[in-house]
T-cell receptor, first 115, second 117 residues
Framework: NAGVTQTPKFRILKIGQSMTLQCAQD?????MYWYRQDPGMGLKLIYY???????DKGEVPNGYNVSRSTTEDFPLRLELAAPSQTSVYFC??????????????FGSGTRLTVV | AQTVTQSQPEMSVQEAETVTLSCTYD???????LFWYKQPPSRQMILVIR??????QNATENRFSVNFQKAAKSFSLKISDSQLGDTAMYFC??????????????FGQGTTLQVKP
């Protein structure tokens, strides 16, 4: 199925553990993003990428890292997990056409709990 | 800095009636886009409607329409003939567009809409 694929859908981590959230898109979009959504809140940007090999920090990058070696993949790495990183994580991709940006295509999200 | 404000944390509407969700934003830019996203209990984020700031005409998508007031920096969403499937959290979002743009979306805090039978 075309779109943005995130894995895993759920994960429980112990404090201090590390993990990588995977994100892949097959729409050849240049732009990719990682957001986190805390309960009852809006989405906050963690990291973004405007193309392969280019990444930059968003609003809340501390405790995370990303890489973009290909157009398709944009993994998010959590080092030394902390309870404050308990959240739902969304990956998204977008492109800009002749009439401007069309908004994002979102993955289905990863619910992460740090205990 | 750009901000998006949704002042109604929760709203409810009877099935088949009309409801309007409010959104205001703050920016000094002229070239931007505005979006409404729907997040049902499934958690999936779904694009509802998109508005280009340079267009005077309000965007519509079936039962969904917006009232875009550029001078007032207001972008409300009207849902007509509300259906039970419209129950969701709705997010207003803003994106600057132009040279060097990164396509970053700035989201409001969301409005939870409950459609009652």
């Amino acid at each position: 199925n075309a779109g943005v694929t995130q894995t895993p859908k759920f994960r429980i981590l112990k404090i201090g553990q590390s993990m990588t959230l995977q994100c892949a898109q097959d729409m050849n979009h240049n732009y990719m993003y990682w957001y986190r959504q805390d309960p009852g809140m809006g989405l906050k940007l963690i990291y973004y990428s405007v193309g392969a090999g280019i990444t930059d920090k968003g609003e809340v990058p501390n405790g995370y890292n990303v890489s973009r070696s290909t157009t398709e993949d944009f993994p998010l790495r959590l080092e030394l997990a902390a309870p404050s990183q308990t959240s739902v994580y969304f990956c998204a991709s977008s492109y800009s056409g002749d009439t401007g940006p069309y908004g994002y295509t979102f993955g289905s999200g990863t619910r992460l709990t740090v205990v | 800095a750009q901000t998006v404000t949704q002042s109604q944390p929760e709203m409810s509407v009877q099935e088949a009636e009309t409801v309007t969700l409010s959104c205001t934003y703050d920016t000094s830019e002229n070239n931007y886009y505005l979006f409404w996203y729907k997040q049902p209990p499934s958690r999936q984020m779904i694009l509802v409607i998109r508005q280009e700031a340079y267009k005077q005409q309000n965007a519509t998508e079936n039962r969904f329409s917006v009232n875009f007031q550029k001078a007032a920096k207001s972008f409300s969403l009207k849902i007509s003939d509300s259906q039970l499937g419209d129950t969701a959290m709705y997010f207003c979002a803003f994106m600057i567009h132009g040279s060097g743009n990164t396509g970053k979306l700035i989201f409001g805090q969301g409005t939870t809409l409950q459609v009652k039978p």
